[in-house]
């Protein structure tokens, strides 16, 4: 046995080489070590392409929750809250249109303009049983044809099968009553999971060119391949783009993008069969009509159309095929007011082809507006409007990734709009509309909420800067109803809706409400139809002159 002398030796001496081999091991790696520790956010984020390798998943740099990373997981904290799961083990548990009742609630011999109408909604299954929670996703409205006259109405989920539908009788004459079943609760439920689930319903190809000679490769918004590969960053907002690198071009050689559907589906068969056409955007109200009449009511005096005023639900409805608002003065502008008010104007739309639906309107409501050639080319590229003259210039500019179609796309001049709105210096004369979302749809919301988040805080900025700067959004609008649900459907369109209200609702910016207007117009359409974009327009005067 060793004495305790020797085993105190022993001890010391193992106990020197340990320490000896860690000095040794530090010394060989500390540029590696004090790298990871000291590594400046400005690494992961700058403004040209870097090589990369990528992983399989997406991932992000380390570092502590951001004011907006923040505010991201409270708004879909909010929207889980909002739409929680609502698994089911067959059809017949769903909510059905058919077995569901709606009654008017006080019901009166005469009805009167101005007057409100309520409507108690009871949800039931297709075996006729109540149902015991909310979330259908219903869509109501009121209509004269006739009198080419329409209007949303207002729903309140009681979260227990009931609901509330309220109209504001708007119009004399026999006024037609809806309410549509869009979706079941267990229907939108799954559309919001699946939604999260994955960012590759469709797909990206980029076109890389190095002299003469072009090729493709796969592009997207998240990392997903092991093969090294270009990343396209924006430090400020960090949004970032990727493709992979073709052999012998480099990362700059990025010209063209387009897009494409991948046939993948994150819904069972069974949730599947919720979507067929026969069973979205069914009448709860069949043959419902009322009777108003004018009871010479006073008329409420309201002030003129101004930026930064809230919006009712409604905000409006058509009569004649005319949008009149709710909450303000529109006034009659005739061309000559429409020349003067543009005088001198600098008007920056930002978004997507149904603000392009704008420029091409636009010079129906001032003739002497001309397309000035940029040399550029396909229907996506910057479209531009001049009066040299009058010093008029009115600009449509596409936005930045996300942007779906299967044209090939340049992005030489691509931005994201946050940068668009950070290039402009602003002026009481500078005006700037922006819409995105129907690009968002197939995509995992929080890349909505991130963006959006960002476009509001570059308006702060340029508030900063310039105060007298007039900025207008305008919200994204519904589309053909029997569209691919999962992809593209107005169920993700509304919760974009919601999420763009709550981001924007204490700027002082104008809103015009195109989810509202489409829907008191029954433009099921992804563009509009030419008289709804001529009352956008109108609306957007209002606001500016």
Request: charged content about 25%; overall charge positive; aromatic content about 10%.
């Amino acid at each position: 046995m060793f004495s305790s002398t020797k085993l105190q030796k022993m001890l010391k001496f193992i106990y020197l080489l340990t320490v000896i081999c860690i000095i040794f091991v530090v010394s060989q790696n500390s540029t590696k070590i004090w790298g990871a520790l000291k590594l400046p956010i400005s690494h992961y984020y700058s403004n040209t392409s870097v090589m990369s390798s990528f992983p399989k998943m997406p991932v992000s740099p380390v570092k502590s929750l951001t004011e907006t990373e923040l505010r991201v997981k409270e708004i879909l904290e909010k929207l889980d809250r909002l739409i929680p799961p609502r698994p089911f083990t067959h059809v017949n548990t769903t909510t059905s249109a058919t077995h569901s009742t709606a009654t008017i609630l006080n019901p009166q011999d005469k009805y009167c303009m101005g007057d409100q109408l309520d409507i108690l909604l009871e949800a039931k299954d297709h075996l006729g049983h109540q149902k015991e929670y909310g979330g259908d996703f219903l869509r109501a409205r009121m209509s004269s044809p006739a009198l080419k006259a329409g209007a949303s109405g207002k729903v309140t989920d009681f979260n227990n099968g009931t609901y509330l539908v309220s109209f504001t009788l708007f119009w004399e004459g026999r006024v037609s009553l809806s309410v549509l079943l869009i979706h079941p609760s267990e229907g939108a439920s799954a559309l919001w999971r699946a939604r999260n689930q994955g960012y590759d319903r469709m797909f990206f190809k980029g076109q890389f060119v190095n002299g003469t000679s072009h090729v493709f490769a796969e592009c997207s918004l998240t990392l997903n391949s092991n093969t090294k590969g270009c990343k396209y960053l924006n430090d400020r907002d960090q949004e970032i783009f990727y493709c992979m690198k073709p052999p012998h071009m480099p990362c700059e050689g990025l010209t063209h993008v387009r897009t494409d559907h991948q046939h993948i589906s994150y819904l069972s068969s069974k949730e599947k069969d919720l979507f067929v056409k026969s069973k979205v955007g069914v009448e709860i109200m069949k043959d419902q009509h009322i009777d108003v009449s004018q009871c010479k009511k006073s008329k409420e005096i309201k002030e003129k159309c101004q930026i930064g005023m809230k919006i009712p639900v409604p905000g409006g409805y058509t009569l004649q095929g005319r949008w009149l608002t709710t909450f303000c003065n529109q006034i009659q502008l005739d061309t000559a007011k429409i020349s003067g008010c543009l005088k001198g104007k600098l008007i920056y739309l930002m978004g997507d082809s149904t603000l392009r639906q704008w420029i091409y309107y636009l010079p129906k409501v001032m003739k002497t507006l001309k397309f000035f050639d940029l040399h550029e080319t396909g229907n996506f590229k910057k479209h531009l409007l001049l009066d040299a003259e009058k010093h008029t210039l009115i600009q449509w500019k596409k936005h930045s990734h996300p942007f779906l179609t299967v044209q090939l796309y340049s992005v030489i001049d691509d931005g994201y709009i946050p940068r668009e709105i950070d290039r402009l210096i602003g002026d009481k004369d500078t005006v700037i509309v922006i819409t995105f979302g129907q690009h968002f749809r197939p995509f995992p919301i929080d890349i909505f909420i991130r963006r959006a988040i960002s476009v509001r805080q570059a308006i702060e900025r340029l508030f900063l800067r310039s105060p007298a700067t007039k900025v207008i959004i305008k919200t994204e609008n519904i589309r053909e109803m029997h569209i691919e649900a999962e992809r593209f459907g107005d169920f993700h369109g509304y919760i974009q809706y919601l999420t763009l209200k709550d981001i924007f609702k204490d700027l002082n910016v104008g809103v015009i409400d195109a989810w509202d207007m489409t829907i008191a117009y029954d433009a099921k359409d992804l563009h509009p139809p030419d008289q709804v974009i001529g009352n956008q327009i109108n609306m957007f005067l209002n606001y500016i002159c």
